[in-house]
């Protein structure tokens, strides 16, 4: 054995050793063993740091996203890495006098949900500041309606129920109005519509009233095409959904519009979001509203521009090069976890519920509480990418990965079974499914309601693509899906080898990160132009929209949503953001 093998054994022991210590119990474990092509040096992950090398609960700085070097796959991957870790950072005094994380500081602002007016409010964060979360995260299309796929994964946006009109009802065969009465689901597990005298409907068109102005548009020519519409009613707790010709579609199980996800520990998950001051600023130099053709900066000059208008404003920047930046993030209470320090925590407003009613909370009001961090999207522009970088990261006590292979660093394909033994936030034990089917859903604002019989309660999840690729298809022509996952394997065992034992950021691994080929907008070729690890879910925030199997079908991503001109509609909230003056 050479010197060189020696040194390579050494190395697998060490990070085998070292994400052993790391488990803290945890039943998610990270394969030792990838294929080692696409991989982030010691020495890189350690001059992150300020002080040059990695320390406990040490400061990172953020990655200079305008140098970006735009080089698949690795160079996207390690950028998302980098920018999680400068996002957890504890914030140092220049952070507006330190404390929390500095996602938590004053260099971002804290988005509100849409006010009556469809606008959105910025809020700089502050010392003391406390994030107000809501209970409900939606995963929006084109339209800003939801998302969903049908059973031959044809995707369709949903318009939600019609608030004026009740009963439900749609045009029959003959042109009459038909109110539906019941639902009912025959021994092949159909929905059959029953009208007040207990005759089965057979709807031919939906009611034009019911259907909204802008969804009857013809597409631009040339532009991608824009998912079908369906209607949705709920019937005696049933959701049903009708196309425009009033047909029944079938919609994947485990998908559904406005619905909301409870821990095992009882605890429902809560959001928030923010963006940096860039983007703060970026938005602000708009004035009312965002003009069209505007793009998020990727250059030296845009992003000079940006800061010269702050400047103007009395405002610098701390970490400028980082361009324009939002995170989504996923929490619960740390109420019932039996190790609360092994989570990122802060104290946040949340709503409060009666939860009397096993089949009905109302909401009640907010209070203050301790809650731990379970998932972050970290989203940002970078050099040749103004469509943005996507990447997710989850907490390793949140789900079971459903099965999955990868290529080992002998050069073969390691498979690994879906196993749930073990201890999980969103998922009980040895649980054998079914999984990630709703149990509970938004009703209005105030109130959370069951989906009869089965009462308010914990859901089983499990994490279907594992590291963002699905086992059916290929992320990008050029790899296969194990060669996908041992890439995101393998920077996430580079990265936290490094860490130091004892940082809670260890407790968290990136389950993937997307992009478009050469920042490509529009869509010409969607399947082939968005790279990378292009199946990416985050069990917390896309739940219910996974799909139903390690397969592509049914699968929604970052670029479902977030598809757009190759302007700033790809993000959904900044041009609903008001500007700070």
Not at 49 to 61: C, H, I, P, Q, R
Not at 107 to 130: C, E, I, N
Not at 319 to 339: H, M, Q, R, V, Y
Request: charged residues 15%; proline residues 8%; hydrophobic residues 40%.
């Amino acid at each position: 054995m050479t010197t060189s093998d020696i040194r390579a054994v050494l190395f697998k022991m060490r990070i085998v050793l070292i994400l052993a210590g790391m488990s803290n119990g945890y039943a998610q474990t990270v394969p030792p063993d990838p294929d080692v092509g696409c991989s982030v040096s010691t020495a890189t992950v350690n001059s992150w740091f300020k002080s040059g090398t990695a320390a406990l609960d040490g400061v990172v700085n953020p990655a200079n996203s305008v140098s970006f070097p735009n080089a698949p796959n690795c160079s996207f991957y390690e950028w998302s890495y980098h920018m999680f870790l400068w996002l957890t950072s504890l914030s140092p005094a220049i952070y507006g006098g330190g404390g929390g994380r500095i996602f938590e500081s004053s260099a971002f602002f804290d988005v509100s949900p849409k006010d009556a007016s469809g606008k959105r409010t910025l809020t700089a964060h502050s010392s003391g500041f406390v994030n107000k979360f809501s209970t409900f995260a939606k995963q929006v299309g084109p339209n800003n309606l939801s998302l969903v796929f049908d059973k031959q994964g044809r995707m369709f946006q949903v318009q939600p129920p019609p608030k004026r009109i009740a009963p439900p009802f749609v045009l029959s065969a003959s042109g009459r109005r038909t109110e539906i009465s019941h639902v009912r689901i025959d021994e092949n597990g159909n929905k059959i519509l029953i009208d007040r005298a207990g005759a089965t409907i057979q709807p031919r068109l939906l009611p034009p009233e019911v259907r909204r102005p802008e969804l009857r548009a013809l597409p631009t020519p040339g532009a991608r095409p824009t998912p079908g519409v369906l209607q949705k009613f709920i019937i005696g707790g049933i959701p049903i959904f009708l196309d425009s010709a009033g047909n029944l579609i079938d919609v994947e199980q485990g998908q559904a519009d406005a619905s909301v996800l409870i821990a095992q520990n009882g605890s429902l998950i809560y959001f928030g979001i923010a963006v940096n001051e860039v983007m703060a600023y970026f938005r602000t130099m708009q004035g009312a509203s965002v003009p069209s053709g505007v793009m998020f900066p990727t250059t030296q000059g845009e992003l000079n521009s940006i800061t010269t208008f702050a400047s103007a404003h009395a405002k610098t920047f701390v970490d400028p090069e980082a361009l324009a930046f939002e995170i989504k993030t996923s929490w619960i209470e740390t109420t019932g976890i039996p190790n609360p320090n092994d989570y990122i925590t802060m104290t946040a407003d949340i709503p409060t519920y009666d939860k009397t009613d096993p089949l009905k909370w109302v909401k009640t009001g907010h209070t203050s509480a301790k809650v731990a961090l379970v998932g972050m999207h970290v989203v940002g522009s970078a050099a040749g990418h103004p469509e943005m970088i996507w990447a997710t990261f989850e907490h390793i006590g949140n789900t079971p990965n459903d099965a999955y292979s990868y290529r080992n660093s002998g050069g073969g394909t390691t498979p690994i079974a879906q196993d749930t033994s073990g201890s999980w936030l969103f998922c009980a034990a040895n649980s054998s499914g079914p999984f990630n089917i709703p149990h509970q859903f938004l009703s209005g604002d105030d109130i959370v309601a069951a989906s009869p019989p089965t009462p308010i309660g914990p859901d089983n999840i499990i994490r279907h693509k594992a590291w963002g690729a699905a086992s059916d298809v290929a992320p990008n022509p050029l790899k296969t899906t194990p060669a996908s996952n041992s890439e995101i394997i393998n920077i996430n065992n580079n990265v936290r080898s490094v860490l130091i034992n004892g940082d809670v950021r260890r407790n968290y691994i990136m389950t993937g990160s997307t992009w478009l080929i050469a920042g490509a907008f529009p869509f010409t070729s969607f399947n082939t132009t968005q790279v990378g690890t292009s199946k990416l879910n985050n069990s917390t925030m896309e739940t219910f929209t996974q799909g139903s199997s390690p397969q592509a079908s049914g699968t929604m991503n970052c670029f479902s949503c977030h598809a757009a001109a190759k302007t700033t509609n790809v993000s959904h909230i900044f041009n609903d953001l008001k500007p700070l003056f």
